[in-house]
């Protein structure tokens, strides 16, 4: 006899349609859902008939109603919770984005416009239209960077993906080549944007209007994060020249610091000497690039005629460029050149919107000429428009799967969502459902035809120690030292019951509630005084993964309504355990705003 093991568990999932509560979709895409433990179950509310026996015994125990519900808890990781905290909201993210990648010796250029994902069926992760993003390469550049997707197809084996572009080489796949989802793109791949025009705080695109179809669309508003890539160049980089006066020798040595790793290049070991200086400038170029998709390096290397620049792409203060080995004497080492505009290529915040020009926040330094940009960002609200408030919900499948049984609940609706940010820990979470009713099958139902099958997200769970960016109060960062801090929303679910059905006939949503704690130790009397002046103040903080996939939350506007200062013993911290609790803020018509972005490695 086989017993059911918790390891065995899993729970997937498929949104339903807006309009159809409760209905379980025919077909579509259902994922799995990454939890750490669930309370989902069927819940049913019976009462004790009141007749009188002579006997003294109960005549009757009648079931008058049933419901789904319970708690999902997770750990945090790009993508995964994203379709929960949009149903949770009652909104949309501005652009749609699963954080999807797939990596490694499968990925690879065929064509000048042809992906390969070797031996998968990646069909139901990319679209026509959707926007792409590709890493890794190291041979030609062309072949890094954002691409459109013009059409996707399964040929034998193989996921073949056309892109709108015919500018790249064939290059075969490496363990670190690189698709991923990056459907956050707004703008792509412009050659007419330009910062700082006369020295206001501006991304325009000189008359060509690049905003304004995204502005109509609803995605880009004022408040919202956005992220302006640039290309890597002397712009935005500093950097170095390693000058090949001839081919080099074998022994030839080449140091490169950083600022953070030191690596050294030996020719006839990570690099060959070619018959000329351009063969050897190609492949000492090929060699930096190999560390550093490899994680050994933080710079890029481009080599043109005998000359190889190497951008540091940390802009260290402390880079360094030496020549340890140099034997034939071919080998001449420019000095740093700083980078022009270190500061364009980064985050902003946008202040005003118009077809042709962006008003940003912090101000951009100005460059006329960047180049090839693209600007990115999806953002989700709770809506601040009556008629944007959208119930969602979801069929979830909860499945053991050593004994093949399922647990399939419908109409499902996040009443709550929580997260929890401590010292020394990873990110956590929870999401409780409400919902109508679950049935049992012997076999799973989302998990095969006719649904598309999906795997989960892939991405990395975040921690509090080296995920987590700035907290910001007040757009500023916050210089208190932080121990923990937490946020947790509440819809005001309730079951509709009615007449002549044992279940809801509808969940409706009540006040949104937005709550959390900050806990930080105690050194000035800045956050107390918010409290004793009931200041409104806003507070924000962001997480960044190890693939450069970006979050920021931002609760716009707060009022702290605890902060007891006390000494609670000997060998004790002092702390200031701050709660706080969330109302409309007035510019953003919202409490809660979230900004995310594919991953922001330099291209």
């Not at 073949?160 to 015919?166: H, S």
């Not at 502005?215 to 890597?232: K, N, R, T, Y």
Request: charged share 20%.
């Amino acid at each position: 006899m086989t017993f059911a093991d918790s390891n065995r568990a899993s729970i997937r999932y498929i949104a339903e349609s807006t309009s159809a509560w409760g209905t379980i979709p025919a077909n579509g895409n259902t994922r799995p859902l990454r939890f750490t433990s669930s309370s989902l179950t069927a819940q049913k509310e019976t009462t004790t008939s009141e007749e009188l026996r002579a006997d003294r015994m109960v005549s009757s125990v009648p079931e008058v109603s049933a419901s789904s519900e319970g708690e999902i808890n997770f750990e945090l990781s790009a993508g995964s919770q994203d379709d929960f905290l949009q149903a949770f909201l009652l909104g949309f993210w501005t652009r749609p984005m699963t954080f999807d990648y797939f990596k490694g010796v499968s990925v690879s250029w065929t064509a000048n416009n042809k992906l390969k994902i070797a031996g998968e069926d990646a069909t139901g992760y990319f679209a026509a239209g959707r926007r792409i993003k590709v890493e890794g390469f190291v041979v030609n550049n062309v072949n890094n960077g954002y691409f459109e997707v013009a059409s996707v197809a399964l040929v034998g084996a193989d996921t073949e993906i056309t892109v709108t572009t015919t500018t790249s080489v064939v290059e075969t796949s490496s363990s670190h080549t690189k698709i991923l989802d990056a459907n956050d793109v707004i703008v792509l791949n412009s050659a007419a944007l330009r910062l700082g025009t006369a020295g206001a705080p501006t991304i325009d695109s000189n008359g060509g209007n690049a905003f304004s179809s995204a502005i109509a669309a609803g995605q880009i508003s004022v408040g919202q994060m956005l992220f302006v890539d640039l290309p890597v160049s002397a712009t935005t980089f500093d950097n170095y020249t390693v000058t090949f006066a001839g081919p080099g020798q074998d022994g030839d040595k080449i140091v490169i610091n950083d600022g953070l790793n030191v690596i050294t290049l030996t020719a006839g070991v990570e690099y060959t000497t070619g018959v000329d200086a351009t063969e050897t400038a190609a492949a000492f170029a090929l060699a930096v690039n190999q560390k550093r998709v490899a994680g050994n390096l933080d710079a890029k290397a481009v080599a043109a005629a005998g000359v190889v620049t190497i951008y540091i792409l940390s802009n260290h203060a402390n880079s360094a460029l030496t020549e340890s080995v140099d034997g034939a004497g071919e080998i001449t080492l420019g000095a740093k050149v700083a980078a022009t505009a270190p500061s364009a290529r980064g985050f902003y915040k946008v202040t005003g919107v118009a077809d042709d020009v962006l008003t940003l926040s912090p101000k951009p330094p100005t460059v006329a000429a960047p180049g090839i940009v693209t600007v990115k960002g999806s953002m989700l609200r709770n809506p601040g428009d009556v008629a944007d408030i959208t119930p969602q919900s979801f069929t979830l499948e909860q499945s053991f799967n050593d004994v093949d049984k399922h647990f399939i609940q419908n109409g499902m609706r996040v009443g709550s969502f929580s997260l929890e940010v401590a010292s020394e820990s990873i990110v956590t979470g929870s999401m409780n459902f409400m919902g109508k009713e679950t049935q049992t099958l012997t076999d799973t139902r989302l998990g095969k035809a006719p649904y598309k099958v999906l795997d989960s997200t892939a991405t990395e769970v975040l921690n509090a120690t080296t995920n987590v960016g700035n907290l910001t109060k007040n757009g500023e960062i916050l210089s208190t030292a932080v121990q923990s801090l937490s946020l947790e929303g509440d819809a005001s679910l309730r079951s509709q019951n009615a007449v002549g059905s044992k279940f809801a006939r509808g969940i409706g949503t009540g006040r949104f509630n937005l709550t959390g704690a900050l806990t930080a130790y105690f050194e000035d009397l800045t956050m107390y005084n918010h409290f004793l002046n009931h200041d409104t103040i806003s507070i924000g903080f962001d997480f960044k993964d190890q693939d450069e996939n970006v979050y920021y939350y931002t609760i716009p506007a707060l009022k702290i309504t605890s902060d007891p200062i006390t000494p609670g013993g000997i060998d004790q911290d002092v702390l200031e355990e701050m709660e706080w609790s969330a109302l409309r803020d007035p510019a953003t018509k919202c409490m809660l705003q979230i900004d995310r972005f594919s991953s922001v490695l330099a291209s």
